[in-house]
C-alpha cells in the first residue's frame, strides 16, 4: 500500500511435526525432538529480527503421544515456544471435531483454514479462521491457512465441514486483507509442494507460502543422513502480479527447522531473501523446561511402549513407497488379522487400505507401540456383504490413481489375488480377481472385512459407502486386532506371496 515501509522478516517454521516430541533416527544420525527444536526456536526468536513462528500443519497422528493426548501434548510445546499460527492439515481432523476443538481452545495462536466453511460446525466456527493480521515490526503483515481439498476423503472431518474452492476462497482471503491496506501476505499451506506451485501462480498478492502436507525436503545440504533435496529452499515462483512468491517446506517429524529471512520492498513485494532448512541435529542443545515436559508426558505411556506382543522373523515392510502401490507384508498381515477377527461374523475376504499402513515392523520382538504406530486410528472393523461385481469396482478404485501413490490402493487378505494391468486405462485395469483360485462371481455375494473409515467411503470408496447389503460394525479396535494376531501367532513370517500381481 502507498506509504508502507521496507520490513525484513524471519520466518521460523515446521509442518507434518506428527507427534514427534521425541528424536527419530535417520540415516545414522538421529534429528528432531520437541526439547532441540524447543531450544532452536528460542535462540532464533531472541536474535533474528522480527521472528515469525509458523505451521504449516498437522501436528496430529504418529505416535503414542498423539494416541495418549490427541495433540494437547503438542500444544503446550507450541505455546512454549511461541508459534503465532498454524495451517490446519488434514490430520487434525482424525479424531473428528472435538479433538481439534480442544486442541485450538488450548493453543495461544490462530488456526486457518480459507478454504473451509465451519458456518454449520458450532464446535469449530469460532475457532478456525480464513486468515489473521499480526503486528510485525511496527506493520501489519496478513496470514491466509489452506488445508488440502482431499481432507473429507482422507481423514473424518464429519458432514458439517465444507470445503469451498480453493482458489476462490485464496482470492476472497487474499483481497479481504489487501482491502485492510496489508500488502505482505503469507501463506500457511497443507496443500503439498506441487499445488502450492500452482496457487503461487494463479492467486495474485501472495509472497510467501509456508508449506506442508508433502513433507518435501527443500534446500542444499551438506548431510549423508539426508535423502536428496527435492528441490531450491525457497523454490521461486513467478505470481500473477509479476512479483516472486517464495515457497518453503521444512520436511517432517521436526527433522529440520525452516528458516528463511525476507526483505520486503515499499510496495509490500518480495525484494530479496536468505536462509536454509536447519538440520535439528542431536549435537545441538535441548531446552531443559522441553525435555522435562517430554519426561513427564513420558511417563503414563512408557509401560505401552516397551510391551512385547509378538515376534517377526524378517522384517514387515510397510512403508509409504510400498504400501501405496505393490504387496507388503505389513499389510497382508493386517489384512489376514481383520479377517481372522472376522470370521466369526461370516467374512472371508479382508481389505485394508493402504494408506492405513503407517508404517513398518523390524524383525525381533514386536512392542506395542509399534503395533500402535502401524495401526493408529483407532478404526473399528466393519464387516459387508458385497457382491463380486462391487468388489471388483473396489479394486478398481484402488489402482485407478496408482502412479500417484494415494492411500486408496487396497491389499487383501490371504487366499484373494488380484491382478492389474497398469497399460490400461483406469477404470479397467483389473484383469483377475480369485478366491482360493477360483474366480470371483459377479453376481455371487461376499462377506468382506475392513476398517470404519473405508466402509464409509475413505478415500473415496463410495461403492463401499453405497453397498446395499448386510453391515456390521464389529466395535473391535484395529490396534486391538493386530495385537490379538500377534498373540495368536507368537512368531510371524510373513512376505510377499503373489496377492497382488502387477503386468
Ligand atoms: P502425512 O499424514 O504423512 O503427513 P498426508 O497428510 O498426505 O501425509 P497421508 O499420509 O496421505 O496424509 O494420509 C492420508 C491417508 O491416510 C488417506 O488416504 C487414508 O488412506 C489414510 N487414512 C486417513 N484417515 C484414516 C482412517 N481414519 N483410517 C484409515 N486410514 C486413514
Ligand atoms: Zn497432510
Given at each position: 500500500a502507498a506509504g508502507a515501509a521496507p520490513l525484513t522478516v524471519t520466518i521460523l517454521h515446521t509442518d507434518d511435526?506428527?507427534?514427534?516430541?521425541d528424536p527419530v533416527k535417520v540415516g545414522q544420525g538421529t534429528y528432531g525432538g520437541y526439547a532441540r527444536q524447543t531450544a532452536l526456536v528460542r535462540k532464533y526468536t531472541a536474535q533474528d529480527t522480527n521472528p515469525l513462528v509458523l505451521s504449516g500443519g498437522d501436528?496430529?497422528?504418529?505416535?503414542l503421544f498423539y494416541n495418549v493426548y490427541q495433540g494437547l501434548a503438542d500444544v503446550l510445546f507450541m505455546n512454549y515456544q511461541g508459534y503465532q499460527a498454524m495451517a490446519v492439515g488434514n490430520h487434525e481432523f482424525d479424531n473428528g471435531p472435538e479433538a481439534l476443538a480442544r486442541f485450538a481452545q488450548k493453543a495461544q495462536f490462530p488456526l486457518l483454514a480459507?478454504?473451509?466453511?465451519?458456518?454449520?460446525?458450532p464446535l469449530l466456527r469460532d475457532l478456525i479462521k480464513p486468515y489473521a493480521v499480526l503486528n510485525v515490526g511496527g506493520q501489519k503483515v496478513g496470514l491466509v491457512g489452506a488445508v488440502t481439498p482431499d481432507l473429507p476423503l482422507i481423514s473424518?472431518?464429519?458432514?458439517k465441514v465444507k470445503m469451498l474452492e480453493l482458489m476462490q476462497s485464496l482470492n476472497n482471503s487474499v483481497k479481504a486483507l489487501q482491502e485492510q491496506g496489508i500488502d505482505k501476505i503469507i501463506l500457511l499451506s497443507h496443500l503439498g509442494y506441487t499445488l502450492e506451485q500452482e496457487v503461487a501462480k494463479t492467486?495474485?498478492?501472495?509472497?510467501?507460502i509456508v508449506g506442508g502436507h508433502s513433507h518435501t525436503l527443500l534446500g542444499a545440504f551438506d548431510n549423508k543422513?539426508?535423502?536428496?533435496?527435492?528441490?531450491?529452499?525457497?523454490?521461486?515462483v513467478q505470481n500473477p502480479d509479476g512479483n516472486r512468491s517464495l515457497l518453503v517446506a521444512a520436511w517432517e517429524w521436526g527433522k529440520v527447522l525452516g528458516r528463511i529471512q525476507v526483505k520486503f520492498n515499499d510496495a509490500g513485494a518480495v525484494e530479496s531473501y536468505e536462509g536454509n532448512p536447519i538440520p535439528v541435529s542431536a549435537d545441538l542443545p535441548e531446552d531443559p523446561t522441553a525435555k522435562r515436559m517430554i519426561e513427564t508426558l513420558s511417563v503414563p505411556i512408557a509401560n505401552l511402549r516397551a510391551q512385547v506382543i509378538g515376534n517377526t522373523t524378517a522384517g514387515l515392510n510397510g512403508s509409504r513407497e510400498i504400501v501405496r502401490k505393490r504387496e507388503s507384508a505389513m499389510a497382508n498381515v493386517l489384512a489376514d488379522a481383520a479377517l481372522e477377527s472376522a470370521r466369526s461374523a461370516g467374512a472371508t475376504i479382508a481389505f485394508v487400505n493402504g494408506?492405513?499402513?503407517r508404517s513398518s515392523i523390524d524383525a525381533g520382538p514386536i512392542t506395542f507401540e509399534e503395533a500402535i504406530t502401524v495401526q493408529p486410528f483407532g478404526n473399528t472393523l466393519t464387516v459387508l456383504d458385497l457382491t463380486g461385481a462391487e468388489i471388483k469396482r473396489a479394486l478398481e478404485h484402488g489402482v485407478a490413481t496408482w502412479s500417484e501413490s494415494k492411500g486408496q490402493f487396497l491389499h487383501v487378505s490371504r487366499g484373494v489375488s488380484y491382478t492389474f494391468d497398469l497399460?490400461?486405462?483406469?477404470?479397467?485395469?483389473?484383469t483377475a480377481v480369485t478366491l482360493d483360485g477360483q474366480p470371483l462371481d459377479d453376481a455371487k455375494t461376499y462377506t468382506v472385512a475392513m476398517n470404519t473409515f473405508t466402509a464409509g467411503?475413505?478415500?473415496?470408496?463410495d461403492v463401499f459407502k453405497s453397498a446395499g447389503g448386510r453391515r456390521i460394525?464389529?466395535?473391535?479396535?484395529d490396534v486391538d486386532i493386530l495385537v490379538n494376531y500377534f498373540k495368536a501367532h507368537p512368531t510371524v513370517d510373513a512376505q510377499p506371496e503373489g496377492r497382488i500381481v502387477i503386468v
Open positions: 511435526l506428527h507427534g514427534h516430541l501436528t496430529f497422528q504418529g505416535t480459507a478454504n473451509l466453511d465451519l458456518t454449520q460446525e473424518s472431518p464429519g458432514d492467486v495474485p498478492g501472495i509472497d510467501v543422513d539426508f535423502p536428496p533435496s527435492e528441490g531450491p529452499y525457497p523454490t521461486v494408506g492405513g499402513v497399460s490400461k486405462p483406469a477404470g479397467s485395469r483389473v467411503g475413505g478415500d473415496g470408496f460394525d464389529t466395535g473391535t479396535l
